[in-house]
């Protein structure tokens, strides 16, 4: 069985403050681990993945997640928040080398100008 | 490159009416996948196909739900009655070859669907 818990349903920072979203995981098996964005009216789009290579991964926007086995995490982070990063996010898992994916229930990311 | 296309964007039915969703995936991706998505919630997988095989569709509802992927490119998905608890986003995605480790799925914006 697999699973993600996404902690936070929703955050808010100010424009150019860092930003963390976080997100645990449960899978019995070594996981894939992925992290998707969706903006309003638009596909979810995937920020990153991790499939087993280097724990810190980095993606698009200046977006990156770090695996961390022994705390069963995968945080997404950006140093510094942009308007346009104003979407909701989607922790997903997925055993490694499966593509069915478990989506966790997403946090909604708002920037205050 | 064209991505995922979905029509309609939105659809406003009354309940017990039939409704269709249409998908058409990313020229050359073999695997296609429906998923449900309730407001609020991540999205769920009703069905992937491989080609024309649908390979999983352990959680569509097929008393109601319906599928189909004749040509292995384009696909539709049904509903037949529709249940206001069916109001939600469906959403079709496709993959070049599911089942690889480093496969990505690019979504289609989704068809939102109000039933009254």
């Known amino acids: 069985a697999q699973s993600v818990t996404q902690l936070d349903s929703h955050v808010s920072v100010s424009e150019g403050t860092p930003v963390l979203l976080r997100c645990n995981y449960s899978?019995?098996?070594?996981?894939?681990l992925f992290w998707y964005v969706q903006h309003p009216n638009k596909g979810l789009q995937l920020l990153l993945k991790?499939?087993?290579?280097?724990?810190l991964v980095k993606g698009i926007n200046g977006f990156e997640a770090e695996f961390k086995k022994s705390e069963t995490s995968f945080h997404l982070t950006k140093p510094s928040a942009h308007m346009s990063d104003a979407a909701e996010y989607f922790c997903?898992?997925?055993?490694?080398?499966?593509?069915?994916?478990?989506f966790g229930t997403g946090t909604r990311l708002t920037i205050i100008p | 490159e064209a991505g995922v296309v979905q029509s309609p964007r939105y659809k406003i039915i009354e309940k017990k009416q039939p409704v269709a969703f249409w998908c058409n995936p990313i020229?050359?991706?073999?695997?296609l996948y429906w998923y449900l998505q309730n407001l609020g919630q991540g999205p769920e997988l009703l069905i992937r196909?491989?080609?024309?095989?649908?390979?999983?569709d352990s959680q569509l509802p097929k008393d109601r739900f319906s599928a189909e992927r004749l040509k292995g490119v384009d696909s539709t998905l049904k509903i037949q009655p529709a249940e206001l608890g069916d109001s939600a986003v469906y959403l079709c995605?496709?993959?070049?070859?599911?089942?690889?480790?480093?496969?990505?799925?690019?979504f289609g914006p989704g068809t939102r669907l109000t039933v009254l």
């Open positions: 991790y499939t087993s290579a280097a724990t």
């Open positions: 899978s019995s098996y070594s996981p894939s």
């Open positions: 995605a496709s993959s070049l070859n599911g089942g690889a480790s480093n496969n990505e799925q690019f």
């Open positions: 020229s050359g991706h073999n695997t």
């Open positions: 997903v898992v997925s055993p490694f080398g499966n593509e069915k994916l478990t």
């Open positions: 196909y491989e080609n024309e095989e649908a390979v999983d």
